[in-house]
């Protein structure tokens, strides 16, 4: 099914000028970070772990709810979850200030709550460089196309009763300023309503053109490639209803993540369903462009699935 939810993982942040380096770049650096944090997954080094993921870090897990640190630390503590296998591929890292965003295909394998899991994943990682070294403030991950295909039949642990919202899994820490938030909202609604509304003019103002947006039947697009999405006539959207969303600034970064009910039509079917998600935004000049978005299938859906449903 072709569908996308659009959160507002907000990223504001101005332009440094590119100075010659004798050592490292900044792209290196937050890739060798990408590393470690594997590494220190395969290791048990909890040490590590704690000092890679900031104490606000956030993820939009590929099981449809919603992580912290905290939960992520004890659930690898107490072995609900141990990983025998990560690598990434296909690695891109874009520099924005002291703002990173990683993306890329993460083969995982581990054994969760007793039982074989992983494969390959298509994320999104957003990095803040604090105190002179980098640091993950958010995750997304979603299984690949192929992963989803290799998947179907299968049967999976179901975490609705686990499920909790972002605002909820995330109330413990500061919030953004209000206006940085009301602008952040506003964001989110106009590009909504340009996607029910395949208004070309303003999807082309506020997709940025350095945009990767994976959705949540795991493949990822590009900014016209979104464009061409919002205005096929097979794709009809009519409902994105944001809900339990929490809004985080870090300075001139602010991220929006939470769920969103969708309703559409394509192909002949419509669909009713609930995404998690993470945007991305950045600040040009007085108006906001989207410049990375990932989104989830939740683990609490609105009601049974349809027998109609679509999948691409």
Sequence with gaps: MRDRIVFCAALLVSAGNLLPQSGPTESQLVAQAEREWNDAYLHGDFAKLKAIMAADYMDVTD???????????RSTKSGEQKFTALSVSNLITRIYGDVAINTGVLHMELIFRGKPAGGDFLFTDVWQKRNRRWQVIASAETPTEAQQKKDAGKTKISLAADFKSAAEAYRAFRKAPPQTESTVVKAEHELNEAWIG?????????LGEDLTDIWDDGF????QQDITAALSPDDRYFEFSPFGYVVRAYGDVAIFIGSSHNRGHYKGHDYDENLNGLDVWRREGSGWTLIASQSVTCARQ???????????
Aim: charged share 35%; no cysteine.
């Design 198 to 206: 395949k208004d070309k003019p303003k999807l082309q103002s506020l």
């Design 302 to 312: 609105p009601g049974p699935p349809k027998s109609g449903a679509v999948k691409d």
């Design 63 to 73: 099981d449809g709810t919603f992580d912290t640190r905290a939960t992520n630390l």
């Design 220 to 223: 990822s697009n590009d900014k």
